[in-house]
Structure formats: C-alpha cells, structure tokens
C-alpha cells in the first residue's frame, strides 16, 4: 500500500474496532487460525460471492467531506414558498448542537429498557403533551413516518375500528378534494389491498351515509384555506363515522383545535417545529385521537408509571397493541418511527414555550396577509379571504411569473396552469417580501407595502380562533434562556445510555458506529434546505448522490432496481410485498394473495404482509432454528394456485445461515411464488454473499442498521428495496412524477440521512465494507466462545458457530434460580451495559450482536459482566443468595438506593453498583429502579402530568 491508499484507507481502522493483535488473540480464543476459516466456517459455500464488490474504493474522511462539499453545492437553495405540508424552519442553535448534532441524543435505541432511557421518554411525552393540547385531543403517540403515513394510518385504524369483523359493512372513506396530493397518493396504496373504498369529494356538498366509515379533511385545507369543518363533523358522526383532521401545530396555536370542533383523529407533520427540510426528511409525524381509540393507536406511546420504590418513571405503554404481539392480525406495522425528530420538536416548544410559538404564528400569519393584499391590489384574486400562512393565486400567465421568480431564485407551487400556491414560514423576511412580491409585480411601480406595529392577523375567521390555552405545563414555560434549555437537555442526556457511553448489543438491531464524518453534512444548508417538490434542475446534488447510492445498493444485494422511497425497514416490507403483488397482478395471477412466513420472523412481516392484503400461512422451525424444509414444501405444494410467496430473513432471526436457503427459494419459485428477503441482517452479508444470490427476488435494507444510520432513540430509518429486473416496474411510484403506487409523502423517503449510508460505503469502500461483515461474525463468535463455557446458546451451525448475531439461553435459571431473562438485562445496567434483545426470537433469551465497530476490550468487558452475573445466579442456585432478595432481582440499583442510610440487602452495596473494577472507573447510573409495567398501563398517562402531581411529589 503507498502512502496515498494508506491515507485512503485509513477510516477502516476507525470503523472496525479490533485491531490487527486482537484479531489473533480473537480467533486464537474462537480455536481458528484466520478470519477467512472462519468466514468459511459459517458461510455456506453456495451462496459466497465469488467476485470483490464493484464499489469505489475507500477515500479518507477529510476527502469525503471535501467531495460531499462539492457535491452539496450542485443543489441550487432557492427561497421557497412551496408549502404543501414542508415549510423552511429555524433550528434553534441549542437544539442543533446539542440534539440533532448530538451523539448523546441520535445513537440511542428505542426505549425498551426504560430505566436507563428515562431522558428521551420524558422528551417524547413532551412530544405528546404538545401534540394533544395543540389538537386538543387526549391521547397523542411519540410519532410516525410522515404526514400521509399518519393519515393512511387514521384511516386504517378507523376502518378496522368500525368494522370490527371480518364481515365489512362500511367500505366507504371520504376523502376532502383538498387534501395535499402526497397524502391522496398514500390513502391510494394503503387503502387498495385492505379494501378501503374512497370516496372523493367536497366536504361541503359530501352525502355521509352508513357505508362510510370516517373521512378526512385538511385544516387549513391543500389551498390554505381555513374551513369551519363542524357541520361535516357532525354529519359524518351522525352517519356513525369518524373524521381524521390533517393540520398543522403551528396553525393551531391561532386556530380552534380539531378536538374542539369534534375531530375524532388528528394528524400531520411536525418539521416546522425546527426539524430541517432535508428534501423530505426524516420528520416527525403526529397522531392524535379521542380516548375510545387509545387501544388502536399505531405506533409507540409513552406513558407514566412507578419504580420499585414508588417514585414516578416512563416507559412504553400498552406494548400489548404493538404489532408484534398482534401478528397476522396486525392493522398497522409501524416500528422504527421518528424519535429524534420529535425529540427536535418538542425541544423546540420547550424552546419557544406557548408565547413564543404564538409569536411565530402572528407573524407568519401578518407577513401572509401583507403578500396576499399586496398582490390582490395588482388585480390577482384569492382562491379563499380565510388563511393562516397560505394563498392561492389566480393566475393567467402562469410562465411569466414563474420567470421572474425563478430569476430572483424563489420557488413558489406551480398547481396547474392557473393556481399559484405560496407558504409563508418563519424564515422569511420583510426583504423576502419585496421579492416575492415583485414575481407579480408589473416592474413599473416599485413594491411597496406597510406592517403597522399593531398589525394583527385579520384573515383567521373569528367562529375558527383558538381561545383556548395550550402548552401551560411548566416544561413549555420555565426554560426560556440558552442556559436552562442546554441543562435541560444535557440533564436528559444524562439519563440515557448511549453509544457514547458503551456498546449497545441489540441483536437484529446493528447498533455499530454512527461517524461523525457521516453526520457532519447533515446540517450543511445545500442538503438541509432543500424542498422535496424543488423542480429536479435545483436538485443535482441529490440527485447524484441518490443515483450513485442506488448504483452501490444494487450491486451489494446483486439487483438491478432500487427504491429509496421507503423510510423504514417495515415500510420497506410493505413496499417490496406491493411490488410483488403487482408483478402478479401484471400476469393476471391477482388472486395470489398468500405469503409464507416462519415463525421465527419478526412482527413487522405478518404485519405488512396483512396490510398488503396477504393472508399469512406460518412455516414451522426445526430444532435447530432453521426453515422446516418440509413443512415449507407441503405448504407451498397446498397453496400453489395461491402462492405469492415468501418473506425469510438471511442470516435468519436465530442468527445462522442456513445451508438450505438456496432448496427454499427454489420450491417457492416452482410454485409461482416470489421471494422476499429481510435485509435487516444484511450486515452479515455486505460482500461475502448478497440476497440476489440466495435466490430472493426483493429485499428492503436497514440504511439505521448495516448502513450506519443511527437509530435516533427510535427513529429515522430508512428501508429502501432492491429488486430483480423482473419486478423493477412495480416499484413505489410518486405523485410529482405522476406514477402511482407511493408508500411514503416524499419521493425519496427521508432524502437527508441516504447521505449517512453514501458516506459508509465511500469512507470503507470496496474493502471496508466487506472487512465490516467479516468483523461482525469474528466479534459475535469471539464473544459465543467466551460465553459458551457459562450459558447455552441456542442456534449455532455444524462448526458450532454463530452469524452475526448469537442467542444466550436464559430459560434454565427460571427453574434453578426463579432468575428470568428481565432480571439479567436489568442487571447489565448496574455493570454500565444495555441488554442485547430480549425474548427476540425467543421468549426467555437475549440475542446479542456486538457489530464490527466494538474493540476486544469492549467486547471482554461485556462478556465479563455476563460471567459475573452467571456466579451470581450461581450463589442464588446453592442457596447463598436469597431468591427474592438478591442482586439480580432489585436490579437496577439507582444511586439514591446505593447511597441511602437505610440498607437491608445481604448483598454489599459495593457488589450492588460496583461489581467489577471497570465500572468504577466508569460509572452510568439507571435513573429509576425497576420500573413497573403493569401500573402504567392500569392507569394510563400519556401527557405530562398536570402541576399539582409535582406539587404532591415535593410535599
Ligand atoms: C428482522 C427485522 N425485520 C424488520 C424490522 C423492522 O424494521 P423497522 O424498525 O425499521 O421498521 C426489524 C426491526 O428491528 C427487524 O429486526
């Protein structure tokens, strides 16, 4: 290597975490002699890529950074009054730096193990409490993919809620003509497989009968126009329907909440809550509804409840509705959703408090009126005299104005030949007006125009002010200076466990590094600022960088089609199941409608496979973990006419690769079926084998697990497909483009964070990404043979050996100790460590997967501590420890606990926080004991609690 490829290469080694001795010393522990045995030792011959991947090599980070700069710089930012559901936002410094920019905040997981989780929990039910006191409606979930997610998620959950048999007697939902067309265009796809019938029309003039079974409307409506929507509430209500209201929060600080005017769901976008464009994410969406649905909520929820010691805690309410319980009975598949962006926004509302953001409104709102009258004057006529930040245009001559407003670089909706919308939002200036009043402007008259001090927002219709207040819980009120905001959020950083505090062992999770040279572009203007519906000339950068990423994708999965649209893994799922279903349909096969699915898969695949209108069929395991071949081919043989196909994940979700993948996706193939493959254990494939060669016909790929999207407590994600020749036709399709078939708002999903994954792949190239697999298995093996010696692990192959991931059986103590897998990873936190996944696949078990970017010293410390914890079920098992009260059992240990006068344990309380020497030297404190599940979801709080619950705590 000379001296430049050394350079080149040199984010390998930052990537990957052994070094070349500890390499040795690994393999010498697993009793092999090189990483090629072992790669060989575990995957199987017949699928091993035999060719190195066609990928650009490695470039060194600062080059990267030089590239993406120049790369960044081929988007034009124009001024834009585009709207339509994304307006330019400021992202208050504090925020940025210290949440969106923060590795504190953005390389959380989702908050399974609450206890060590209570900071982003307590930002999320902020999010809620927001959202429900802006709608004015009770029950508000921690966010969805994006706004016509959320609505096609209302309309499901109303369908489904209404017609609660399987006999459906209300088909019909309404659908406002002046809903935003991305949003028409997700109600298509979501509504066609389940058998939803739309409806289109005018609210006004609609006829609700009994075959409906809700409706929705936009407030302020696609044109801008505030609509007093009670007499249609009451008409679909009187019909027994339910309405969903698509809103805006920033509009509804100045108008009646949906709540108030008898909504039953609200939906929409919170980005303009200081979440940046990123030509079209990731942002937060929001979902809010009346009490009656609070059992059929997607997504997640954070409620309240009580430790061990009675004092109050949050975690993930009523996680009996996440789909992975409901299964093939799953009306929504919804997983990886928005954290971090709800987390920016509810910081924002901490941030600007109840006034604050009212201030924001009244200005946009006054800034509005002031370009809508000045452009009246010059003899144009508005579409509606009732708006907050929105006007629409009448125009004759659509193609002059757009000259001089593509001349000034301002972008403002092109609706047809004759409608011109323009939205308002807090970026813009009194200069910007000049401007964008000059576009209609006759160049004779200089623009001139006047906003009185006492200026007040006249075109809100006063039956549709908002008189009631909102945001009067102390969190949106006492933080107002930069000081207390950035304690604020570092004091809830502080209670989160982190990548940067250690490793995080999510099996089927890949919790591997999150770079900042891949981070650091995401807040540079010319990615951030740009508009999705931009016109594709303002668009290069992206547009190369979208093109070279598909190219890249494409050849790691061995495709020939990409789709970047989908902004989660099970988005993706439901994406790829769509392409295949239409693949089937172009051949006049439309009655396959039924998907084989192992039991071991995870929840999100029956789930989308129900949404696609599939029926579920369950493959059996074998005893070692793998496809009942059999059982798979007397299935397949059973509902030949029918089959559509398979979803499998590879390495499968017991972490092997089954030798037998290839005899599996033959046999579907015999019966007509097509094969879909879950990437989310792609990080055990990049560049040793690729689903293109196991013989699947479509995959979705985790961009937040192989390809180093960091999971953002939750969210973003991304889950493009790739696809066969074959199937390239059917694949998700975009209303801007006038193709159809769309599952997300954005025609690249959530655009900003696909450079996240484009820098992964350019900074470890054609080598790095292919060390970074083989890594993965050497540092899950490393830690099975370490292991192996205190617990059972379930599921390796013939040589005895794991994929990327491993499975500690925990079962056995439930007998010997009463000691349940719970209390092993609540204990993982006294010893400064997240527990791996819990009962996933298995019930009883953690699968752990310690990813490429952990050091052997890392890796060691982890292992440590699980041998510990085995002694110490050991001395419950000979009795020298008590069954109830032990170590284990009173896990987590907080500090008050430790450091309380009173202390009745047989237990030290040295053995307690401090069990082994390295967590002294780095200590990470659970903020609340073992938090009590059950009392939460009996008394279910949802909002932050009102004052005087505080006043009683203190008292
Ligand atoms: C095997 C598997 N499939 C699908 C998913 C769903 O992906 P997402 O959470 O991005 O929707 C997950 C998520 O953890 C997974 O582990």
Avoid at 63 to 92: A, F, H, R
Avoid at 272 to 283: A, E, N, S, T, Y
Avoid at 468 to 477: A, I, K
Avoid at 550 to 567: G, H
Wanted: hydrophobic residues 40%; glycine residues 6%; charged residues 20%.
């Amino acid at each position: 290597m000379n001296l430049f490829e050394k350079q080149a290469s040199e984010f390998i080694p930052r990537h990957i975490g052994p070094g070349a001795s500890d390499t040795k010393e690994m393999l010498k522990t697993i009793g092999l002699n090189s990483l090629e045995e072992l790669i060989s030792d575990t995957v199987p011959a017949a699928i091993r890529m035999q060719r190195p991947l066609n990928l650009p090599e490695a470039i060194s980070e600062n080059e990267y950074l030089k590239l993406i700069k120049e790369m960044s710089l081929k988007n034009k930012v124009y001024k834009n009054y585009i709207g339509q559901g994304y307006y330019d936002t400021i992202t208050p410094s504090v925020i940025l730096r210290n949440v969106f920019e923060n590795p504190g905040w953005y390389t959380q997981y989702t908050p399974y193990q609450a206890e060590i989780s209570q900071g982003r929990l307590e930002s999320l039910l902020n999010f809620q409490t927001m959202v429900s006191d802006l709608t004015a409606l009770p029950i508000a979930n921690a966010s969805l993919l994006d706004e016509a997610t959320a609505a096609a998620e209302a309309m499901a959950m109303i369908f489904h809620h209404v017609n609660k048999t399987d006999r459906v007697e209300r088909p019909k939902f309404f659908v406002d003509n002046e809903i935003f067309p991305q949003t028409k265009d997700v109600l298509v796809t979501r509504a066609t497989p389940i058998a939803v019938e739309l409806v289109y029309g005018n609210y006004a003039t609609a006829l609700i009968d009994t075959s409906y079974c809700g409706a929705i409307v936009q407030y302020p409506n696609d044109k801008g126009s505030i609509e007093d929507y009670r007499g249609f509430v009451n008409k679909v209500h009187d019909a027994g329907g339910h309405v969903v209201m698509a809103t805006d929060l920033l509009a509804l600080t100045l108008l009646t909440p949906p709540g108030e005017l008898g909504a039953d769901v609200a939906v929409g976008s919170a980005q303009r809550f200081g979440v940046p464009l990123g030509f079209g994410g990731p942002h937060a969406a929001f979902f809010a509804a009346k009490d009656e649905f609070k059992r059929n909520l997607p997504g997640r929820i954070i409620g309240v409840s009580i430790d061990a010691q009675g004092n109050r805690a949050l975690r993930m309410a009523l996680q009996t509705r996440e789909q992975h319980i409901k299964r093939e009975k799953a009306t929504s598949n919804i997983c990886t959703a928005q954290a971090l962006l709800a987390n920016m926004a509810a910081m924002y509302a901490v941030f600007h408090g109840p006034l604050g953001l009212k201030s924001i409104a009244e200005r946009i709102a006054i800034l509005t009126q002031t370009v809508a009258e000045a452009i009246e004057e010059r003899g144009f006529e508005l579409v509606s005299d009732n708006y907050f930040d929105t006007i629409t245009v009448r125009v004759d001559n659509i193609k002059a104005i757009r000259e001089k407003a593509e001349r000034q670089q301002i972008n403002l909706r092109y609706i047809n030949n004759n409608l011109i919308g323009i939205s308002i939002d807090e970026t813009v200036t009194v200069d910007d007006l000049y401007d964008l009043i000059n576009c209609f402007e006759n160049d004779v008259d200089p623009v001139a125009f006047d906003i009185e001090e006492d200026d007040e927002p006249r075109h809100i219709p006063l039956n549709l002010a908002r008189t009631s207040s909102y945001l009067t819980h102390p969190v949106f009120n006492i933080y107002r200076s930069e000081s207390q905001v950035m304690r604020y959020i570092k004091q809830l950083e502080n209670k989160d466990l982190s990548l940067n505090t250690s490793m995080i062992s999510l099996g089927s999770c890949t919790m591997k590094l999150n770079a900042a040279s891949e981070m650091i572009p995401l807040s540079w203007s010319h990615w951030a600022k740009m508009h999705p519906f931009a016109p594709v000339d303002q668009t290069a950068g992206y547009q190369q960088m979208i093109k070279e990423l598909s190219d890249y994708l494409c050849e790691i999965t061995a495709f020939d089609a990409c789709s970047l649209q989908p902004n989660s893994g099970a988005q993706g799922e439901y994406a790829g199941l769509l392409t295949i279903k239409a693949y089937h349909e172009s051949r006049g096969d439309h009655h396959r409608n039924v998907m084989l699915i192992p039991i071991s898969a995870h929840g999100t695949n029956p789930a989308s496979a129900v949404m696609a209108g599939m029926k579920v069929v369950v493959v059996k395991a074998l005893e070692n973990g793998y496809i009942d071949v059999e059982d798979l081919k007397a299935k397949a043989a059973q509902h030949a006419d029918n089959l559509s196909g398979i979803m499998i994940t590879y390495p499968s979700t017991y972490g092997v690769y089954e030798e037998t993948v290839k005899e599996i996706t033959a046999i579907i193939h015999e019966q007509g079926g097509q094969v879909y493959m879950d990437g989310a254990n792609m990080n055990a494939q990049v560049g040793l084998t690729a689903p293109g060669l196991i013989g699947a016909d479509v995959c979705h790929l985790n961009l937040h697990k192989t390809f180093a999207i960091p999971h953002g407590g939750g969210g973003p994600g991304m889950g493009p497909i790739c696809c066969a020749k074959h199937l390239a036709p059917f694949l998700p399709g975009h209303v801007n483009e006038q193709t159809s078939n769309a599952v997300s708002a954005a025609p690249y999903g959530s655009a900003s964070i696909l450079l996240i994954s484009y820098g992964y792949i350019r900074m470890l190239g054609a080598t790095g990404v292919k060390a970074a697999t083989e890594y993965a298995i050497l540092n899950a093996n490393y830690m099975r043979a370490r292991l192996e010696k205190h617990f059972d692990i379930l599921y390796t192959n013939h040589n005895g050996e794991c994929a990327h991931e491993f499975i500690v059986d925990l079962r056995p103590f439930k007998k010997s100790a009463e000691v349940e897998a719970e209390d092993v990873a609540k204990r993982l936190m006294d010893y400064g460590f997240h527990a791996p996944t819990m009962s996933f696949p298995v019930a009883g078990t953690i699968m752990i997967e310690p990813t490429e970017s952990e050091d052997k010293a890392e890796l060691d410390r982890f292992c440590d501590a699980l041998i510990r914890i085995r002694e110490e079920i050991k001395t419950i098992e000979d009795g020298t420890a008590d069954k109830r009260d032990n170590a284990l059992k009173n896990a987590p240990h907080t500090q008050a606990v430790v450091c309380a006068n009173e202390w009745n344990h047989a237990y030290t309380r040295q053995e307690a926080a401090f069990p082994l020497y390295y967590v002294t030297q780095n200590k990470f404190w659970p903020s609340v004991a073992r938090i009590n599940n059950t009392h939460g979801d009996r008394n279910l709080i949802c909002t932050c609690e009102p004052v005087s619950s505080y006043a009683e705590a203190e008292a």
